[in-house]
């Protein structure tokens, strides 16, 4: 059955619903001290969004019987329902939309970077980690200069020296072995074609190009993305990718050995050696070694759910996990969002903003202090179960008062204390998330990115490269000790992706898929969206329609323009210190619902990005 059919059946307000379509397809739119310091500053860098804001666009939602997908970009979507209607598996839709994704949505994610991606096969969960990892000869002070200081930001970025081993392909082909139902060269059909005969500039891809200061310093970006006169192609244009064309097709036939072995690891290596000011130092032995992982998921109960992230070196289904636990003692359920003044849209009250955001303080201090890619820096105990604790979140959960704690110090997990820095790494990726559910009972949340917007601004045979690296702290140590989340060699940097799945308690039924963009700032969108549906009782598309919030254990965040001013002051009052600014989330989700007696698929879109769901 079509999805706008049965949509139309189901809700009222048709015009207004075909309104809304046609214009999303014509968008197509701590510690005392130095360690202190530190931290101030980094919280204020990532108080500026890892990518533009390009506008708010409403959206109804959309409704499906058998299968649904949602991602950033219309066409990515349509090439994951288009596999779904020839019998793929929710794997497959995910592999199809990512490779469109890396085409039309360049400046977010792509062959040349990296993800995590949740799996639940009706049975159980699994994490594929295609995190980049570091080369074999990087060391601690990569990001540091001659005279130990940690380089500036956009230094450390823009060329080869922030550049990992992407890792998105060899993980969606380990996925692909275990639960695809297509043939592997099938899925990359949509994304060859769409590369070879062109595809329109986005208005938000325009606005991105237009807005870089570094793209059109690499002469391969500046001949892809600029016309001759070097002006930014505008929305509309028609843009063709023939060299990535040939990649995906040789990719298609031969697998991801032709991307990590052969003339395409060789151009990427010397891409990344050869840059005139900032080379890197990956060698054609990083990229033939690397390996995709499979990880258990970070699953805990809350309330009568159970929720399941992704674990180290992702510190998303931590901070997720610790944050519902934290706010698991409070009644949040009674403090229902409120419509703000004159604009008939929702607002949370001040103390559902406290309470949230004092919970984000709390287990970002733990994220700053533990938290990196396990298979190098133990979390404390060596188990995700002390930091997951009841009786530590309870406690974590008591220093919750009245009034902003302004700063929370990272806790004692376990005994004695972990003598480990505090992360100086300032991070600002750019990234893409797609759901997709299928008929056989699978499901998959995906989160992918390239870092920074447009990543390390290096293109390489139709694709750019990552700037992962600088996902380290730049600092390797600090007065207390070393910093987990330092540079080694082979090491994944620590992410704050957060792909995740609710489930009823027995954890066989799956309810929700969610996840989004945004940095460091993605726990707390998730949160959000988990506390809307689950204590407010809000459709998916409500919930991520709300103003998004929190703290990152700096100041306390709030979307610009969607609060009131006693809102603000009641906060205020409370000893927030208050930072509006756009929060570009890009939450994608679906959930499970009932109709009528009938069971749905819901699938949800950002508002503020391009994004649409589509079902079958």
């Not at 139309?8 to 379509?21: D, E, H, I, Q, W």
């Not at 709390?362 to 820096?377: G, I, N, P």
Request: proline share 7%; with cysteine; glycine share 10%.
């Amino acid at each position: 059955m079509n999805v706008r059919l049965v949509f139309r059946r189901v809700l009222p307000g048709r015009s207004a619903l075909k309104a809304t379509l046609v214009a999303s397809a014509l968008a197509c739119v701590l510690q005392d001290g130095a360690a202190e310091a530190r931290f101030d500053l980094i919280a204020q860098r990532e108080e500026k969004p890892p990518e533009a804001a390009s506008g708010y666009t409403e959206k109804p939602g959309w409704l499906a019987r058998q299968d649904m997908v949602a991602a950033a970009n219309p066409l990515a979507t349509h090439a994951g329902r288009e596999i779904l209607a020839a019998g793929g598996s929710a794997v497959d839709a995910a592999i199809a939309m990512q490779m469109v994704l890396g085409l039309v949505e360049p400046q977010s994610s792509g062959i040349g970077g990296g993800g995590f991606l949740l799996h639940f096969d009706g049975k159980g969960v699994q994490v594929f980690d295609g995190r980049e990892t570091a080369p074999a000869s990087a060391t601690e002070k990569l990001f540091q200069t001659e005279d130990g200081k940690a380089m500036r930001f956009f230094d450390r970025v823009v060329g080869g020296r922030a550049v990992g081993v992407p890792g998105v392909l060899r993980m969606l082909e380990l996925a692909h072995r275990q639960y695809g139902k297509l043939p592997w060269a099938t899925l990359f059909s949509p994304a060859i074609r769409l590369a070879e005969e062109g595809f329109a500039v986005s208005p938000r891809l325009a606005l991105l190009i237009r807005n870089d200061s570094f793209l059109r310093r690499d002469p391969v970006a500046a001949v892809y993305f600029y016309d001759r006169t070097g002006a930014p192609w505008p929305a509309g244009h028609v843009l063709k990718n023939p060299e990535l064309a040939d990649v995906l097709r040789d990719v298609a036939s031969r697998g991801a050995d032709a991307f990590y072995l052969g003339p395409v690891a060789r151009d990427i290596v010397a891409k990344v050696r050869s840059h005139p000011v900032n080379p890197g130092e990956l060698s054609v032995a990083d990229l033939a070694g690397y390996k995709a992982l499979v990880r258990e998921p970070v699953c805990r109960d809350y309330r009568k759910w159970k929720v399941c992230g992704v674990p180290p070196p992702s510190s998303g289904g931590i901070v997720v996990a610790q944050m519902l636990g934290i706010l698991e003692g409070s009644d949040l359920a009674a403090l229902p969002p409120r419509e703000m003044a004159g604009t008939g849209r929702l607002q949370p009250r001040a103390e559902a903003v406290h309470l949230v955001s004092e919970a984000g303080r709390l287990a970002y201090a733990d994220r700053a202090r533990f938290v990196a890619d396990t298979d190098f820096v133990p979390l404390p105990g060596n188990s995700l179960k002390p930091l997951l604790a009841p009786a530590y979140l309870a406690q974590r959960a008591a220093l919750i008062g009245p009034r902003s704690m302004g700063r929370a110090r990272p806790g004692t997990p376990v005994l004695p204390a972990v003598g480990q820095g505090t992360d100086t790494s300032p991070e600002l990726p750019s990234t893409s998330h797609l759901v997709a559910v299928d008929r056989y009972g699978g499901a998959v949340a995906m989160t992918s990115t390239i870092e920074d917007a447009f990543g390390a601004r290096q293109m390489v045979r139709g694709f750019l490269l990552n700037n992962q690296l600088t996902d380290f702290s730049a600092d390797p140590a600090d007065a207390v000790g070393p910093v987990a989340n330092r540079v080694q060699p082979g090491k994944r940097p620590r992410s704050a992706m957060s792909p995740t799945m609710v489930f009823d308690k027995s954890g066989q039924q799956l309810l929700l898929a969610i996840g989004s963009p945004g940095g460091s700032a993605i726990p707390n969108y998730v949160v959000k969206v988990l506390v809307g549906v689950l204590d407010w009782g809000l459709d998916l598309q409500q919930a991520i329609n709300l103003p998004n919030f929190g703290s990152r254990n700096g100041p306390t965040e709030l979307e610009l323009g969607r609060f009131d001013d006693d809102v603000r002051a009641a906060l205020t009052a409370r000893g927030h210190d208050l930072r509006e600014a756009p929060q570009t989330s890009g939450l994608h989700g679906l959930m499970r619902v009932t109709r009528r007696g009938e069971g749905y698929w819901f699938g949800a879109a950002d508002p503020r990005r391009e994004g649409v769901a589509e079902g079958n």
